[in-house]
């Protein structure tokens, strides 16, 4: 042992003394020691000649510097930053959290429950369908006299990344009745039409309420729907501002489907109240549609055929 000690200094004299663990900074040798570095490239030295370097090493002998890890503290912004900027972007084109403020879709919704909103099916063309709960933009000042509180600093930067609802949106929650084309009705207390069939609402309109209200504010109507917009109403028939009350603006109580936020699919808060919001079966029956798009199917499975018979048709005739 004492002989190979003293070989290793003699032949690494220069190098032991810019290298050696009293004047290093970093232990690399002592490293390489520990893990038994050095008695292999002494030997390898004896049978090939060849200069090696111990692991954690640099040329001639001196100590690689290794780089240390990046602080959390350092690293918390950069999070931060990233987490933020996720959130935007799921707010702008993905999901948005709402608050309800008012009991106009009771027992659907409850004031102060939130709801998530699909802001992403939209982007693909799909438009509002009967019977699912929308959020849209104020059509015409259907919220004038409403009552609007000024938000604080924190609750301005969370609606800014979507978090909490913005004040300064005026956003209504409706479901809808009928889209464009529709015919829909309301004679004394009901039932509600939508192109001459009967809707039961009553697993969603509020208990005690009658489907239709008699007054003549706009309780008893008969619209027909034009193309690209849709006619809404609260579920808490008696107490709901919504398209019966405003054919005197400019949409004639109309919501213009370029104004829809998107659709309200779960009640996210509180934890109570967890659920989802699903199309009543009531929208399902057959003969709602204006115009029914069953007549238009047969084109389809029509169109996909022929585009399978085309390329077997093609390759048989190549190989004849």
Not at 33 to 43: H, I, K, L, M, W
Not at 71 to 83: N, T, V
């Amino acid at each position: 042992m004492g002989d190979v000690a003293v070989g290793a200094r003699s032949g690494h004299d220069g190098e032991e003394h810019r290298g050696s663990p009293a004047e290093s900074t970093v232990p690399a040798a002592d490293s390489a020691v520990t893990s038994g570095n050095d008695s292999g490239a002494a030997e390898g030295d004896r049978v090939t000649g060849e200069h090696r370097t111990a692991e954690g090493q640099g040329p001639g002998g001196t100590a690689r510097t290794a780089k240390k890890p990046r602080s959390f503290w350092k690293e918390l912004p950069i999070l931060i930053g990233i987490a933020l900027v996720l959130a935007l972007l799921i707010k702008t084109f993905l999901v948005q959290a709402f608050s309800i403020p008012s009991d106009s879709m009771q027992n659907t919704l409850q004031q102060g429950d939130r709801v998530l909103v699909d802001k992403f099916t939209p982007w693909f063309g799909s438009e509002p369908e009967r019977g699912e709960v929308v959020v849209f933009h104020d059509p015409d000042n259907w919220l004038a006299g409403e009552p609007t509180t000024e938000p604080n600093a924190l609750q301005t930067f969370l609606s800014w990344i979507g978090l909490m609802p913005s004040a300064e949106e005026k956003d209504l929650i409706k479901r809808v009745i009928g889209v464009g084309g529709d015919t829909i009705e309301c004679k004394n207390t009901g039932p509600l039409t939508v192109n001459g069939k009967a809707l039961d609402e009553k697993s969603y309109v509020y208990a005690g309420n009658t489907p239709c209200s008699v007054d003549d504010q706009g309780g008893q109507f008969k619209v027909k729907v034009p193309k690209g917009y849709i006619w809404v109403m609260g579920d808490h028939r008696q107490n709901s501002r919504d398209s019966r009350y405003n054919q005197a603006d400019a949409h004639h109580g109309m919501v213009p489907v370029k104004d829809v936020v998107g659709r309200a699919v779960v009640i996210a808060w509180p934890v109570n109240r967890w659920d989802n919001l699903p199309v009543p079966d009531t929208f399902d029956q057959s003969g709602l549609n204006a115009q029914p798009a069953a007549a238009g199917l047969p084109a389809a499975p029509q169109g996909l055929a022929l585009a399978g018979v085309v390329p077997v048709v093609w390759w048989r005739r190549r190989k004849q």
